[in-house]
């Protein structure tokens, strides 16, 4: 079973940039399809951006044209780089294991890693 430990998160005004990394361990990493989601404050938690083990990229629509996610899988490395922020991304971003067919994750939560926007 793959652990994931995030980091990165901050505070940042609106217009910024942060990268999320997701540190992961287990033989079968790279084996796997790997998302990155968030829960803001009384809202579910959300896929935000996903990547197969081949590399294909999926992306919420909200976040498309700013946020783009990659892997290292020499490294059990997962990254998020967030640009042009904005208030409405504010929320704890987590990395998970996912099914491809609908980014269902399927793995354990760590405890994610705060994302703040200021206006």
């Known amino acids: 079973q793959v652990q994931l430990v995030e980091s990165g998160g901050g505070l940042v005004q609106a217009g910024g940039s942060l990268r999320l990394s997701c540190a992961g361990s287990g033989s079968m990493f790279s084996a796997y399809a790997m998302g990155w989601y968030r829960q803001a404050p009384g809202k579910q938690r959300d896929l935000v951006a996903g990547i197969t083990d081949g590399a294909m990229t999926n992306y919420a629509d909200s976040v498309k044209g700013r946020f783009t996610i990659s892997r290292d899988n020499a490294k059990k490395m997962v990254y998020l780089q967030m640009n042009s922020l904005k208030p409405e991304d504010t929320a704890v971003y987590y990395c998970?294991?996912?099914?491809?067919?609908?980014?269902?994750?399927?793995?354990?939560w760590g405890r994610g890693t705060q994302v703040t926007v200021s206006s």
């Open positions: 998970n294991t996912a099914r491809v067919d609908k980014w269902f994750p399927i793995g354990s």
